[in-house]
């Protein structure tokens, strides 16, 4: 802790196109860091099956979700594939004022605006090996059409030449050893903060 002020958290984004393997990886970092905090995302969009309300998302309708954007109560939010997602402005408050590390999963577009809201904030990004590796796990997860998987994939390649925006990439070939990248650079990230502060 700083001398006579007070220990701030840190923001960590994690970001990545559908199919790369983020969620996956940043719920087994989560598991292995208990002093982690998760923010869950809030969405317009339906939830998938074993989905979680509070979770896995908070599942809001469209309406609900627009009263809370005027309320200024998102830290960002962004419109993908028609429907609505955004980050809860209170958790990341109350984290950052514990001095504890919050992660976001967002995307792109919430990166940015968090960046521009928390310009100390870390973010790291999640790719696969190549498209097809990431083609192949999408037909997997079996949750998009025909038209909707042609739509994931053009949405990913722009994704993926946005990597240059953030301070890491990591790409998620071995998820094991993706896994411990992530949780290195997590790990990394506090000592670096709790450092500048001593």
């Not at 100390?120 to 025909?146: C, H, N, Q």
């Amino acid at each position: 802790m700083a001398c006579g002020g007070k220990e701030t958290g840190v923001v960590i984004v994690i970001s990545g196109p559908s199919g790369s393997g983020k969620t996956t990886m940043v719920k087994r970092v989560l598991e292995e860091d208990p002093g982690l905090v998760w923010s869950v995302s809030a969405t317009t969009r339906k939830p998938r099956q074993g989905e979680i309300d509070g979770g896995d998302y908070w599942f809001l309708t469209r309406e609900e979700f627009e009263r809370r954007v005027a309320s200024g109560a998102f830290a960002e939010y962004a419109e993908s594939f028609g429907n609505l997602y955004g980050t809860p402005a209170g958790p990341v408050r109350e984290a950052l004022e514990s001095g504890r590390t919050i992660l976001l999963d967002i995307d792109v577009q919430g990166a940015r605006q968090i960046r521009k809201k928390f310009p100390e904030a870390v973010l790291i990004f999640i790719r696969p090996p190549d498209i097809r590796t990431l083609k192949d796990r999408l037909r997997k997860r079996r949750s998009e059409t025909g038209k909707q998987f042609d739509e994931r994939v053009r949405r990913a390649q722009a994704e993926l030449d946005c990597a240059g925006e953030y301070d890491h990439v990591v790409v998620n070939d071995v998820l094991n050893v993706a896994v411990n990248e992530l949780r290195n650079l997590i790990q990394l990230t506090k000592e670096k903060r709790r450092g500048e502060r001593s």
